[in-house]
C-alpha cells in the first residue's frame, strides 16, 4: 500500500469553493488560504442560524498505545461512509500541533484512504491559527515581564508619572502564565528569565507546548469574537505582592491578543479523500487540555450537516470526557451518539504475557469493556468499532465483536476505512445512523456547583473508578486560593497521563482501587475551568531518541517528504 | 487627516487577481490568502526569465529619529508615482515583525495616502512567513538539546546503538544557535535552560527576535527552494567537544526545517492604496541583520515591471551598505538608482540647541552630506527625496533642496505621497526614471578575498569614516576559528546601533575619529555572511514603558483598532 503522503498527493482534489458550495457555504463566507483550504467566514452563522439542527457524533477510544488505534481514520473514514450512503457529512477536527509531527507520531490527518487532504497543509501551519495562539500568548508574557522590569526599575511614583499608568505590583514569584512553543522542547520546561545586565528581574520560567494554552482552550471554546475578547480579558495572568489576581484585562493587554487571534476565530474548511466537507479548527490536546475541538465549528457544521463528526483525543476517560463535561456544557449542543474505537493490537498490549494470541485478547477486553461502561454514564447510544489492520485474524474479530454485542451496546461494527476508504465505513455509517435517530439521555457526570473537591472526587471515583483523591500541599493552598477568589463553581479539566484509565501509565486494563494524586490546580479563568494536574504529568513533550524530524525532507520537485 | 488605519480600511480594494493579472502574474501561479493577499508560486520564474530586466531603485534614508523618516511611505509613494506617469511599477519591501508592532512603532505598511494594503494584514502575521522561519529556527533548538540530553542520558555507546545514529558530542557551552520569537521579550535574552529533575544538561541559552535569526537572513538571500534546502543544510548549530563545527546537515533537521519554510519561500503580493503591486517577502532588520527583503520577489518584479522599488532598512549604512555589500553580491542585480530619504524634523534633531530654525537644520545637514556621500562611494546616480511634513516651512524646504543641489546628486525633489499619494510623488518618479536611465557605475565597497579584519577596517574606515577598529577578546578568539575552519572569505554584516552611522547612538551628525569596537563574530554559514557585533547591539528588543499594544483591540464590528 502507498504511504498515506503518497496517497494525499495522488488524490485528485476538488477545488476548496466547489465542496464549500456543496457543503452550503456562500462564496463570500469564503476566504481561501491556497486552492485547498480556506476560512469560513463567522458571518455565516447568523445566515444559517434558523437552518435544521444536524445530529452530533463523537467518536472515542479506547486507551491509546504507540500503535495508534485510528480514531482520526475511524471519524474522517466515518464522515465519508456517512456521506457514501447519502447524508451529509461533515468531520470537525482538531488542528495538529507540530510538536508531535516533527516529534514521534508524524502528521495527524487520518490515514490510508481515510485522511483530509492535502495532509502536509494540515500538518504544517494549516492557516495560522496555532502560530496566532503561540504569539498572542507569548506577547502577553512579554507584557508581564516588561511591566515588572519598568515599575522596578523606576519606582511605584516614577513609572506612574512617566508611564500614565497604575502600578501593578506583580509580585515575579507568582508569575502564573507561562509561555508556549509549539514544539516538543523538554529543555524549555524549566528555565531562569531576565538573566544579564538589564534585563530585568530573574526569575523562574517555563514553555508548555502551544496545545496547552488557555488562549488554545479559549479558541475551541469560544463562541464569536466577542466571546473572545471578554474570555482573553478575563485570564488571570499573576498576582501582585497582596495575592490578588491581574488579569489580562489589568495589563491593557487583552486587545492586542484578540487582534492577533482575530483570524484565527475563523475555521478552516478542507476535504477528505472522498470529498467530504471537514472543519479544522484549534487544537488542544487531551492529556493536558481539553482535547476537543472548536464550538463555533461544530456550531456551522450542525446547521448545514446531517450529520457531523467530531472527536475527543485519547481515551474516553480523556477527551470524551471533557467533550462531555466542559464542551457540551458551554456549547449547549448535546450529542447524540457517540463511536468508540478499538483495535485488536490495543487490547492485547495490556497484557502481552497471556499466553496465545486469543487470550491476549481476552484479557486485554476489560480495557474495552471500562471504556463502554464509561460512555455509558453519559447516557449515549453506542457504536463499537473495530479498526481493522491487516493482521487482525476473522477469528479474532468475530470473537470481539461478539463480545462487545453482550455489553448491550447500541451497534458494533468493523471499521475497514483505512484500506477501503468510505465503502470500508459504510455498515459503521448506516449503525452511526441509526443510533442517533435513538432517543438521547445525555447526562453530565457532575455539577459545576459543586465544590472543587466534589467535583475531583466525583470524576475520580465515577469517571476513573478511582478509591478516592489526595491533594499535594501546593494543591491545597490553590484550592484554598480558588475558593477565596471566587472561583469553586468552575468545570475541572484533568491533565494526566492518557496510557492508563488511572494517573500511572503502568496500571493497565481497568484498574481500581488507586487514590488520583492532585498535585496542582490550575485557574483558567478565561476557558471557565480548573486545570487538575494529575501525577508526573509534562505540559511540554520533549523529542524521542529517533525524533520524526529525521525522516521529513523535500524531494526534488519541492514536495515534501517522510510526513508519515 | 484620518489615521492611517482609518484610510486603510475606507479603501476600495481591487481582489488581489485582478492586481496580478495586470501586473502578468497568470491565475494558475497565484495562490490566495484571503480576499487581498496572495502568496506567488514560484514556477512562475521559469515563464518569465527570458522577460526585459526592469531597472531597480533602492530606498535609503538619512540617521533616524523616533519620529520616523517615512521610508517606507516613500518608498509606497515612489511605486504609486511611477504608476502615475505611466510606468509598470512594483514595490518589493519587507513583512514587518510584530515585536515593533506592538511595541512601539505600530504598523509599518508605509502611511497617509502611501500605504499598502490591508495594512492590519501586513503588521499582523501576513501568509505566515516570520512564522515559519521561527518555528524552523526552533526546531533546531529543539533538535539540539534533545540531541545532549540523549547523548548524555545513554552515554555514546548505548545512543549508538538504541538510535541508530552516530554520536555528535555537542559542547553544551558551544551552542551557537539561539532561539527566536517574533516579539520584543527582554526577559528572554539570556536565559537558562534545561532546569528541573529530567531536562537534560543546564546551560545558558537565550531568545534572539526572529527578524535577527540566520533563517530570516536566508529567506531573503535564497535563489529557489533547492537553494534554501542548501544553505540550511550550512548552517552551523554548535561546536563538538573538540570544537569542529556541527551543522544543521549533521544533525539530521535541514530537511525538516526546509519542510516547514516550503511555502514561506513564495512571496505575498498585495496591492498600494492606488493598487500597484506590490511583494512582501523576509523581514530581516538592518540594524541586527541584513535589513532586505528576498532576492526572490526582486528577480520576479524585475521581470514584470519597469520599474521596480526595493528599500533597506534604517540610514544608508545599515541597509543601505548591506543591499550593496551583501545582497547585491548574491542576486547579481546591481541597483540602477538609489533614493535617499530626509526630513526636515530629523536633521534638526542632531543639534536641538543650535539656534534657530534654520540654524538647527543647518547644523544637522551634516548628518544628510554624509549619507549623500555614502551613497556616492557605491556609484549609483542619487536622487534625494524630502519627505514633507505639515509643519515643514516653504523656506526650509527651499533651503534644504538648493543645499542639496550644490552636492552634485543627480536630482532632489519633494515628496508630498503622505498627505496626496501618488500625486504628491510624481515629481519625485520623473526624477528617478530620468536617474534610472544614467549609466550605473555599480562598485562594492570591498571584496570578499580580504581578510576578515582587513573587510572590518574597510567598512569601519571607507563605509563609517571611523579611525579604526578594536576587536573584543572574544571577538579575536572567534576570527581565529573563522580562519581555521576556512569561514573567512564571506561578506560582513554589522550589527550595530542605527542610531548614528558610528557605533554609539549618541554621537550624532556626521562623526569622526572614533574607534569601532568588535565585540563579537558571529558565522552564518547558511546566509553566506559573517554578523559582526558593534558596541552594546542587543539581538532582542525590550517592551517600553507605554508599548503599543495598550492602544490595539477590537471594536464592535470586530474590527482592529489602534494599529496606528
Chains 1, 2 share one sequence.
Not at 308 to 317: A, C, H, K, L, Y
Not at 353 to 358: D, I, V
Not at 455 to 461: G, H, R, S
Not at 532 to 551: D, E, F, H, Q, S
Amino acid at each position: 500500500m502507498l504511504t498515506d503522503i503518497e496517497i494525499s498527493r495522488q488524490a485528485s482534489l476538488q477545488p476548496i469553493e466547489s465542496i464549500a458550495t456543496a457543503f452550503g457555504i456562500l462564496p463570500h463566507e469564503l476566504s481561501p488560504y491556497g486552492r485547498t483550504k480556506a476560512k469560513v467566514d463567522l458571518a455565516i452563522t447568523n445566515r444559517i442560524k434558523d437552518n435544521k439542527h444536524g445530529k452530533l457524533v463523537i467518536v472515542t477510544a479506547v486507551t491509546p498505545t504507540p500503535f495508534g488505534e485510528g480514531k482520526t481514520v475511524t471519524s474522517i473514514g466515518l464522515t465519508q461512509g456517512l456521506q457514501a450512503i447519502g447524508k451529509k457529512s461533515c468531520a470537525c477536527i482538531r488542528q495538529p500541533s507540530m510538536g508531535p509531527v516533527f516529534g514521534i507520531k508524524g502528521g495527524a490527518a487520518g490515514g490510508g484512504l481515510a485522511q483530509v487532504v492535502p495532509m502536509e497543509d494540515l500538518n504544517l501551519h494549516l492557516t495560522g491559527d496555532i502560530h496566532a495562539v503561540t504569539s498572542a500568548h507569548n506577547l502577553a508574557a512579554a507584557a508581564i515581564d516588561a511591566r515588572l522590569y519598568h515599575e522596578q526599575r523606576l519606582g511605584s511614583d516614577a513609572f506612574r508619572e512617566q508611564s500614565g499608568l497604575a502600578p501593578l505590583d506583580i509580585d515575579p514569584d507568582k508569575i502564573l502564565w507561562r509561555r508556549v512553543v509549539d514544539q516538543n522542547e523538554r529543555s524549555l520546561r524549566t528555565i531562569t528569565v531576565g538573566l544579564g545586565e538589564v534585563n530585568g528581574p530573574v526569575h523562574q520560567g517555563g514553555f508548555d507546548i502551544s496545545a496547552a494554552s488557555e488562549l488554545m482552550a479559549i479558541l475551541a471554546l469560544s463562541r464569536d469574537l466577542k466571546d473572545l475578547r471578554a474570555r482573553i480579558g478575563r485570564i488571570v495572568l499573576a498576582q501582585n505582592k497582596q495575592g490578588d489576581y491581574i488579569s489580562a484585562e489589568d495589563l491593557g493587554v487583552a486587545g492586542a491578543m484578540t487582534a492577533i487571534m482575530s483570524q484565527a476565530i475563523s475555521p478552516t474548511l478542507m476535504q477528505t479523500l472522498s470529498g467530504a466537507p471537514c472543519l479544522i479548527h484549534a487544537g488542544p490536546f487531551a492529556n493536558i487540555a481539553h482535547g476537543n475541538s472548536s464550538i463555533i465549528a461544530d456550531d456551522i457544521a450542525l446547521r448545514l450537516a446531517d450529520i457531523v463528526v467530531t472527536e475527543g483525543g485519547f481515551g474516553s476517560d480523556m477527551g470524551f470526557e471533557k467533550f462531555c463535561n466542559i464542551k457540551t456544557r458551554q456549547s449547549g449542543n448535546a450529542p447524540d451518539a457517540a463511536v468508540l474505537v478499538v483495535t485488536v493490537k490495543a487490547l492485547k498490549s495490556h497484557d502481552p504475557q497471556a499466553g496465545s494470541e486469543m487470550d491476549k485478547l481476552a484479557a486485554g477486553y476489560a480495557n474495552l469493556s471500562w471504556h463502554i461502561n464509561n460512555v455509558a454514564k453519559y447516557g449515549l447510544p453506542l457504536v463499537v468499532s473495530i479498526n481493522r489492520f491487516a493482521e487482525d485474524t476473522q477469528e479474532e474479530l468475530d470473537w470481539l465483536k461478539a463480545r462487545v454485542l453482550q455489553e448491550g451496546v447500541f451497534a458494533c461494527e468493523v471499521c475497514e476505512a483505512f484500506s477501503q476508504g468510505a465503502e470500508g465505513a459504510a455498515a459503521l455509517a448506516e449503525a452511526v445512523v441509526r443510533a442517533t435517530e435513538q432517543p438521547s439521555q445525555f447526562r453530565y457526570l457532575y455539577e459545576t456547583k459543586q465544590s472543587i473537591e466534589a467535583k475531583l472526587l466525583t470524576i475520580a471515583e465515577a469517571g476513573y473508578g478511582a478509591s478516592g483523591i489526595s491533594l499535594s500541599d501546593k494543591a491545597k493552598t490553590q484550592l484554598a486560593q480558588l475558593q477565596r477568589h471566587g472561583f469553586d463553581k468552575l468545570a475541572l479539566c484533568i491533565a494526566k497521563t492518557p496510557m492508563s484509565v488511572s494517573h500511572d501509565p503502568k496500571l493497565k486494563g481497568a484498574p481500581q482501587g488507586f487514590e488520583l494524586p492532585i498535585a496542582e490546580l490550575k485557574l483558567n479563568a478565561g476557558a471557565g475551568f480548573i486545570t487538575a494536574l494529575v501525577g508526573k504529568v509534562m505540559t511540554m513533550p520533549g523529542l524521542g531518541i529517533r525524533p520524526g524530524y529525521l525522516n521529513i525532507d523535500i524531494d526534488e520537485q519541492g514536495e515534501i517528504t517522510g510526513l508519515a
